[in-house]
């Protein structure tokens, strides 16, 4: 599995990390994926999905 939500397809971006002496070491930001159950292409599926998408909306939950 690809570490990017289905909805907006937000993955890991890659910065640096500084130290109290500011000396830089790389490492990876990873977005807040969880794992639901949304309405794709018409059908419900299970899906990771970013938490800003689950706020905003625009990952439609299914109706029970």
């Known amino acids: 599995m690809a570490y ?3 909805i907006c ?3 890991p971006v890659s910065g640096k ?3 109290h ?3 830089a070491t790389k ?3 990873k ?3 969880q794992k639901q159950k949304v309405v794709l292409t018409g059908r419900t599926e299970t899906a990771y999905v970013c938490t ?3 706020r905003s909306g625009k990952a439609p ?3 029970k």
């Open 61 to 63: 939950r299914p109706n």
């Open 17 to 19: 990390s500084y130290s």
């Open 31 to 33: 977005p807040n994926l």
């Open 9 to 11: 397809g937000k993955g």
């Open 27 to 29: 490492r990876i930001f």
């Open 4 to 6: 990017k939500c289905k």
């Open 52 to 54: 800003a998408c689950i």
């Open 21 to 23: 002496s500011h000396k």
